[in-house]
Nanobody
Framework: QVQLVESGGGLVQTGGSLRLSCVAS????????MAWFRQALGKEREFVAA????????NYAEFVKGRFTISRDNAKNTAYLQMNSLNLEDTAVYYC????????????????????WGQGTQVTVSS
């Protein structure tokens, strides 16, 4: 059974930074792509960033390009999301997810491409 646990969320002022972590339990973390999604109050869950199992291919939503960086450490079974230059619109619950299929050469931005999800971590940006 795979479990994903996010941490690192919190309250930050506009322009600030946070680093989210997602620790995976279970086997074969390094065989799967990982992604971050977010869901603001009253809105649908949306794609933020994804990284392939090798870490060589990364994909970002347009609204985070140049501000957020996704990475992974397979030795630690951990994925990260470094978030810089945060703005009010970044306020949301952030979820990490594991891809449904292993050994993908590319990443995908659809919720249905991921089958394991963490419980989420709240990020609140204040002015």
């Amino acid at each position: 059974q795979v479990q994903l646990v996010e941490s690192g969320g919190g309250l930050v002022q506009t322009g600030g930074s946070l680093r989210l972590s997602c620790v995976a339990s279970g086997r074969a973390f390094s065989d799967y792509a990982m992604a971050w999604f977010r869901q603001a109050l009253g809105k649908e869950r949306e794609f933020v960033a994804a990284i392939t199992w090798t870490g060589t291919d990364k994909n970002y939503a347009e609204f985070v390009k140049g501000r957020f960086t996704i990475s992974r450490d397979n030795a630690k079974n951990t994925a990260y999301l470094q978030m810089n230059s945060l703005n009010l619109e970044d306020t949301a619950v952030y979820y990490c997810a594991r891809s449904r299929t292993s050994y993908l050469r590319f990443t995908y931005p659809n919720v249905d491409d991921y089958d394991y999800w963490g419980q989420g971590t709240q990020v609140t940006v204040s002015s």
